[in-house]
């Protein structure tokens, strides 16, 4: 969601009162930008709930991989709405969509 689209997403989440859960997806290689702060806060102002899915897990290793998370970790401290698990993908893997499907099915 790019700023300009922040109104049309707030008033979207104003409709939605059983909305059970956001995914908000963060690209592992960048962590949490200045964007993804803002639609967390919005999130957390329309007491939406929402989980982190960290894509691209595969294109970083080792200590870049670690730095990432405990950057995305760090800024999912600072919501209330936020859900504490990360979910960790790859679309070229597969990795953790079995994960992210079972999630959704428990929520649905």
Known sequence: VQTCALPI???YLSGRQTLRRVFVLID???GAKAVDEEIMTLLDRSAVT???VMTKV?????YALDESL???RAALAKHPAAYPELILS???KGDGIETLRAIIAGIA
Do not use: C
Request: net charge positive; no cysteine.
């Open 9 to 11: 997403f707030k008033n």
């Open 28 to 30: 592992a290689r960048h």
């Open 50 to 52: 929402f989980q982190v």
């Open 58 to 62: 595969d294109k970083l290793r080792g």
């Open 70 to 72: 405990a950057k995305t």
């Open 90 to 92: 790859s679309s070229e």
